[in-house]
C-alpha cells in the first residue's frame, strides 16, 4: 500500500491520476537470481547443483576428512586387507527447496588384491536412517568407481539434515585375495527450485481530488507473493508521473502494509522528482 501525504502550504494537483499510475509502475529489485514476472503463473524454476560431503560424523574409516569435498585423490579407508569400515558423514545443505530426484554417487576404489569387497549406501536425515541407495554393490576397479543411488526429494524433511552411510565388506582370504575399499569423495546431485515472486495490482484506492493538508491517502496498493520458500524485496521504485510535477504536491510518500501499521524501506519525505527509490 502507498501512502501520500499533503503539503499544507502547496497546492496538490493530479492524485486522481497518481492514484491509478502508482499501482502499475512499481519496479522490484530481488535479493537473488528469479524469474519475475507481472502476471499469475507463479511457477518455480527447477535448478540443479551438485554438492559434497563436509564432516565426518561417526564411524570406523581411517582418514574419514578424506571424503569430505570433491574428488582430490585423496582416499578414506584403507585396502588390501580384510576391513570392514563403516562411516556417516554430512552433507553441504543445498541452496533452494528440494524437487524431483536426488541422487548420491560414491567414488570408490579396491586395493590391488584379487578380491572384490562390496559397498551399501544408506540416506540418513539428523542420525536416522531414511532408506538404503544401493546395496552390496562391488568394487571392482582400482582406480575408481561410482556407487550411487537415488532418492525422491519428498523423502526429506530437512534438506539441511542429509547425511550419507558408506559400510564396506572386506573380502577374506590369503595374502593375495583380501581387500577392501577407499572413498575420495561423495557426491549429492541436487535438484532444487528457485522460488518465482510475482507482482499484482491490488485494491486500488478510489480516485479523489483533495486539498492541501488533508492527511495520509492511499495513492495504490500492490501483492507480491512467491510459490515456495520467501525472497527479500531490498529496493523498490515509485513513478509518479512521466511528465509534470505531481511530486510538487506532495510531502511524504510511504510504502505500508494495508493497515498502515507496517512501514517498509524509509519514508522519502518532499520528493524532488517523479522517480522515487526506496
Do not use: C
Amino acid at each position: 500500500m502507498t501512502k501520500i501525504k499533503n503539503q499544507p502550504n502547496k497546492k496538490f494537483q493530479n492524485l486522481a491520476f497518481m492514484s491509478r499510475v502508482l499501482v502499475l509502475v512499481f519496479v522490484i529489485v530481488l535479493a537473488g537470481v528469479f524469474n519475475f514476472t507481472e502476471d499469475n503463473s507463479n511457477v518455480a524454476q527447477a535448478v540443479t547443483e551438485s554438492k559434497w560431503a563436509d564432516a565426518h560424523i561417526t564411524g570406523t574409516f581411517t582418514t574419514p576428512a578424506n571424503a569430505v569435498g570433491g574428488n582430490n585423490n585423496t582416499w578414506a579407508g584403507v585396502v588390501n586387507q580384510n576391513s570392514s569400515p563403516v562411516s556417516r558423514w554430512s552433507m553441504e545443505n543445498p541452496s533452494g527447496a528440494l524437487t524431483g530426484t536426488q541422487t548420491i554417487s560414491v567414488l570408490m576404489r579396491k586395493g590391488s588384491n584379487s578380491g572384490n569387497p562390496t559397498a551399501t549406501v544408506d540416506l540418513f536425515e539428523n542420525g536416522t536412517l531414511v532408506q538404503n541407495l544401493a546395496s552390496a554393490v562391488s568394487i571392482t576397479s582400482t582406480t575408481g568407481q561410482v556407487v550411487s543411488g537415488n532418492f525422491n526429494a519428498s523423502a526429506i524433511t530437512n534438506a539441511n539434515n542429509v547425511e550419507i552411510r558408506v559400510t564396506v565388506t572386506g573380502a577374506a582370504g590369503g595374502g593375495g585375495v583380501r581387500n577392501s575399499a577407499q572413498i575420495d569423495e561423495i557426491e549429492w546431485t541436487v535438484d532444487y527450485v528457485i522460488p518465482q515472486t510475482t507482482i499484482a495490482t491490488g485494491t486500488d484506492a478510489t480516485t479523489a481530488t483533495v486539498a492541501p493538508g488533508s492527511g495520509i491517502r492511499d495513492g495504490g496498493s500492490f501483492t507480491l507473493q512467491t510459490n515456495t520458500g520467501s525472497d527479500s524485496i531490498t529496493a523498490l521504485t515509485v513513478s509518479l508521473a512521466s511528465s509534470g510535477t505531481p511530486y510538487d504536491g506532495v510531502s511524504e510518500v510511504r510504502i505500508t502494509n494495508d493497515a498502515g501499521s507496517t512501514t517498509y524501506f524509509s519514508a522519502i519525505s518532499n520528493p524532488g522528482s517523479n522517480t522515487l527509490n526506496f
